[in-house]
């Protein structure tokens, strides 16, 4: 058996692990319920993922995780976004892990070594679009604010860069430190991200100097968009897949809608799309392997954001009125591709950097 074989099985047997997630704790009524509610997410899933080891996935094993890579997440992340449950691993397993490995830092290390068990959960303190927030450490003191923190109201941990003459140190902060205050601002599926205060934090662990914490945040967000276009690809193939059969049981003029040639046109028109995304992030993960980690993240999640948008904005369209109710699930999962497509920089987001980037 090769090395191939043994990837390819280990790939299908978390795809299949994660169909079976999805098949048992998908509940739209409960996706409702949770609406405007912190942490946004059903919590007795993250007993389910620690059980199944996801939260390390990405955790190399010398330092206790299980040392898979990002194309075995990003398997994880377009199943489970079928099922509009792939939070809390998207802000913490992927984002706030992946910093804390890119530090390369032992008391990062000690951080990483309960990230496997569940017992810590770090999210990465930004402000809007990716920004490093204005946080400053006086006198071994923290004060700031960040404005968009993803994962705050589900953390342990809060990953805060501050900025220092040398660069961008990075500091791991216990949520329930002294001086730590959250507030949670509401997406446009209505989850939360948290705008956190920094009050003269005292307790604070550096697990980035400051020639260091910079590359470790950009390297952690770009693998995280390269996961997160996965689970845009899980919300396209999820949104064709229930317009598909919307239209072949709604009948109009005594005919299923799926028989009129102008809506089959739009549909083959849709599943195009759909195949431009997945082959666009697959072809980013491969770039992402050849050590064009920055170039196969812009174009994947460029690519993925538009796409999304674009079949969610379809099919409410061909839903119909009832695509439009709160009640249809059409809406749920345009929602959420309206969120996962701004997060980490939206399609024009994208162009833009590939502009700046000299790729153009």
């Not at 229930?242 to 299923?256: C, G, N, S, W």
Request: aromatic residues 4%; glycine residues 10%.
């Amino acid at each position: 058996m090769t090395q191939d074989d043994t990837d390819q099985g280990m790939i299908a047997e978390l795809r299949n692990t994660a169909e079976r997630v999805v098949a048992d704790s998908t509940d739209h009524a409960r996706t409702r319920r949770l609406r405007r509610t912190a942490p946004g997410f059903d919590t007795g899933l993250v007993d389910t993922f620690v059980e199944l080891g996801w939260f390390g996935v990405l955790v190399p094993e010398e330092k206790g995780g299980l040392g898979l890579g990002l194309a075995d997440m990003a398997v994880l992340v377009r199943v489970l976004e079928k099922g509009l449950i792939s939070d809390p691993l998207l802000p913490i397993a992927v984002l706030g892990t992946r910093t804390l490995v890119h530090a390369e830092n032992a008391a990062a290390d000690a951080l990483l070594a309960g990230v496997m068990e569940g017992t810590v959960r770090p999210a990465l303190a930004l402000d809007f679009d990716e920004a490093i927030p204005d946080v400053q450490r006086v006198d071994g003191r923290l004060h700031g604010r960040c404005e968009a923190v993803a994962g705050g109201a589900a953390a342990t941990h809060l990953l805060v860069p501050a900025r220092a003459a040398e660069g961008v140190a990075l500091y791991a902060v216990p949520v329930d430190a002294a001086g730590v205050k959250q507030a949670q601002r509401w997406r446009a599926d209505e989850t939360p991200v948290a705008r956190v205060t920094l009050d003269g934090v005292a307790d604070a662990t550096l697990v980035a100097e400051a020639d260091r914490g910079q590359a470790a945040i950009e390297a952690a967000i770009d693998e995280t968009r390269l996961v997160a276009a996965a689970g845009l690809v899980g919300l396209c193939e999820q949104m064709l897949d229930m317009t598909i059969e919307y239209l072949k049981v709604r009948h109009q003029f005594d005919a299923p809608l799926g028989s009129f040639q102008a809506l089959q046109h739009k549909a083959v028109d849709l599943y195009i799309q759909k195949e431009i995304a997945v082959a666009t992030a697959a072809y980013g993960l491969q770039l992402a392997a050849r050590g064009e980690r920055a170039a196969g993240a812009l174009r994947a999640k460029g690519r993925t954001s538009a796409v999304a948008n674009r079949i969610g904005r379809e099919a409410l369209h061909l839903h119909g009125a009832i695509g439009f109710t709160d009640e249809h699930d059409i809406g749920l999962y345009l929602k959420r591709a309206l969120t996962l497509s701004a997060w980490l920089g939206n399609a024009a987001a994208h162009r833009r950097r590939y502009i700046r980037m000299g790729m153009a």
